[in-house]
């Protein structure tokens, strides 16, 4: 008779790491959610599906509509469908900033980070509010134009809505996938599949990648399915392989937990080698360069190997370009302490996103720059909604080699921290799209900086006098190339004439939903005479732009490269042929809303000028 000691061994492992998984996974928070439904008496049915639209918006990184308004805004997520199932371009629905690749192409594009996850490729964001925690079974997310531009799906274990604020806050993904080009522009329900996580939740975050897509990608509503109580997994999911055994492997692949990147930060041992084999042998300079195609996290579980790799991985060399954005939930003050001593000599850091919801503090961003901010030049702080007054204090003191400066979206920060920014004489680019800056904290930033070239001022609606700002720009900024006044609402003809008289090296103008400017007063004629060095003019939404205007374009501006007029009525398809013949390296013209353009014009221009793409949306 056979033992049967091996078969009770392997029964005795299972059972074992079924109860160590059991365990770990009630100690986040599961059995604290039971605790919760117990006590709460309008609770549903444990087994009952929930199902709820978003109650609320909380966050986004950008969107195409105005700060004053509903149309094309993220707000419009929130709530029961406005479209759906309808296709076609709704004002009533959630549309992001940008589109395509067009905007890496203008001469405002930056340069890419290195180091950036190939799984990284998210670009705008938003965060919806749900009113009940549950634990998701579905995601529905109704799309009315142009889907697939949906990337990433993440749930969060803190409660918007809850009065005590958590010790720690975890993401986790839901779903994830490189974007993808769907065919055609019609309305479609987005339900991909997602993973199970282990704790309840009413905040899910959506991030978008927008770059294949041949216009903008318009949101109607989310739709949250889930149950009160964590759903059993079925004997398939359950399988348990040896990986369960290692929690930190676990939590790494699968989690957005901060813990794990910070102990791949904190290097506590290392291990002893006779002899390094070939590296001994290599150059320092080429063991440099092969770890610089390394990520961060990569290079940081590098380091732990031994003495050898952890003085490459730790060389300052190393991080002199640092891009957190891609970790942006596992970032807190802890990590930037332990990378304090290997960025003592970065020049580029990305930020944005990242320390949100009080993972990164006022002290813990200070302490960093003081040690790491002498030698920086590029600074990108989009959506860091930590900053305060004191944060760009430190910034303008530590940092005295700054040249650009991303505060896109940092709604946050109040208006008069903005003046702190003139005293760093040498800024080259400033992003303050979405902020508070006030006029009187922009003046001085122009009459200070005078080496800008390129500056973002869309959507700030606290500047009261556009044509005094332009008028600075014109006395000081000699040097600008680039500057978006997007939906800027005050402008005139004066403030042009004045920008296109100081201004002549603009090579891109952005002008959309400008409704103060008119093409009778010559304004569009004087900038196309102006600046014949134009590569991207946008006047979306003028519907006065006319002939004329056009003509203007195509017998000055013959570099422009990307025009927008969507919505004029006073375009005739004669002068865009002209303009199409006269300027070689044109490659985007939207001309969508345009009354006097039907498709059979786009067929024909776009049959005898195919390396223009000519945009023509129409709302079914």
């Not at 103060?516 to 600046?531: D, H």
């Amino acid at each position: 008779m056979p033992p049967v000691f091996p078969m009770l061994t392997v029964l005795s492992m299972f059972y074992y790491m079924c109860l160590r998984r059991r365990a770990r996974t009630a100690t986040r928070g599961e059995m604290n959610s039971r605790r919760a439904i117990e006590s709460n008496t309008r609770a549903l049915p444990i087994n009952v599906e929930i199902v709820q639209y978003a109650k609320e918006v909380l966050d986004f990184s950008s969107h195409y509509g105005s700060e004053n308004s509903m149309s094309y805004t993220m707000w419009n997520l929130a709530g029961i469908p406005n479209v759906y199932p309808s296709s076609g371009d709704f004002t009533q629905t959630a549309v992001f900033r940008t589109y395509g690749t067009w905007w890496d192409h203008c001469p405002s594009a930056r340069l890419p980070f290195k180091r950036t996850p190939t799984t990284f490729c998210s670009q705008d964001y938003v965060e919806l509010a749900f009113e009940e925690p549950v634990y998701p079974t579905a995601v529905h997310i109704l799309e009315t134009y142009h889907p697939g531009a949906v990337v990433r799906i993440l749930a969060c274990s803190a409660n918007p809505y809850s009065q005590n604020p958590p010790a720690e806050v975890r993401w986790e993904v839901l779903w994830s996938e490189a974007p993808t080009k769907v065919n055609g522009p019609q309305a479609r329900q987005f339900t991909p599949s997602i993973k199970q996580i282990n704790f309840p939740t009413n905040l899910i975050r959506l991030e978008v990648n927008s770059s294949l897509l041949d216009y903008y990608t318009e949101l109607d509503a989310v739709v949250l399915h889930g149950v009160k109580e964590r759903p059993v997994l079925s004997l398939k999911a359950s399988m348990i392989d040896m990986n369960d055994i290692d929690e930190d492997e676990d939590e790494e692949k699968y989690g957005c937990g901060m813990d794990t990147l910070n102990k791949q930060f904190n290097i506590v041992a290392l291990r002893e080698w006779p002899s390094n084999g070939y590296f001994d042998k290599l150059p320092y300079e080429l063991i440099q360069l092969i770890l610089s195609h390394l990520t961060v996290p990569d290079l940081c579980r590098l380091a732990q190997t031994c003495k050898l790799l952890y003085q490459h991985c730790c060389d300052p060399l190393q991080y002199i370009h640092l891009s957190l954005q891609p970790y942006w939930a596992r970032i807190n003050d802890t990590s930037l302490e332990h990378l304090q001593s290997r960025c003592t000599l970065i020049q580029w850091l990305n930020l944005s996103w990242t320390g949100n919801r009080g993972a990164i503090s006022v002290s813990g961003f200070s302490r960093f720059l003081k040690v790491c901010g002498s030698e920086l030049v590029r600074l990108e702080l989009s959506c860091g909604h930590f900053l305060n007054e004191t944060c760009l204090e430190v910034i303008t003191e530590m940092c005295p080699n700054l040249q650009e400066l991303n505060l896109s979206s940092c709604d946050k920060i109040p208006p008069q921290a903005f003046n702190h920014i003139a005293k760093v004489g040498s800024l080259k680019r400033l992003v303050l799209y979405r902020t508070k800056v006030e006029q009187t904290a922009l003046l001085s930033i122009l009459n200070f900086c005078s080496e800008l070239q390129h500056l973002s001022l869309g959507s700030c609606v606290m500047i009261e006098d556009y044509d005094l700002i332009a008028s600075m720009m014109g006395a000081k900024c000699k040097k600008l190339r680039s500057l978006d006044l997007w939906r800027c609402k005050n402008i005139t003809e004066n403030g042009i004439a004045e920008l296109a008289s100081g201004c002549q090296l603009l090579e891109e103008l952005d002008l959309g939903w400008c409704p103060t400017l008119q093409s009778s007063t010559g304004c569009f004629t004087n900038l196309a005479r102006k600046l014949p060095n134009l590569q991207k003019l946008f006047l979306t939404a003028n519907r006065s732009v006319c002939d004329t205007d056009i003509e203007e374009l195509a017998a000055n501006c013959t570099h422009l490269r990307q025009l927008d007029i969507l919505g004029t009525r006073m375009v005739s398809p004669a002068s865009l042929r002209k303009l199409l013949e006269s300027c070689k390296d044109l490659s985007l013209l939207d001309v969508s809303f345009c009354s006097q353009i039907d498709n059979r014009v786009v067929l024909e221009l776009n049959a005898n000028f195919p390396n223009v793409f000519i945009k023509k949306s129409f709302t079914q």
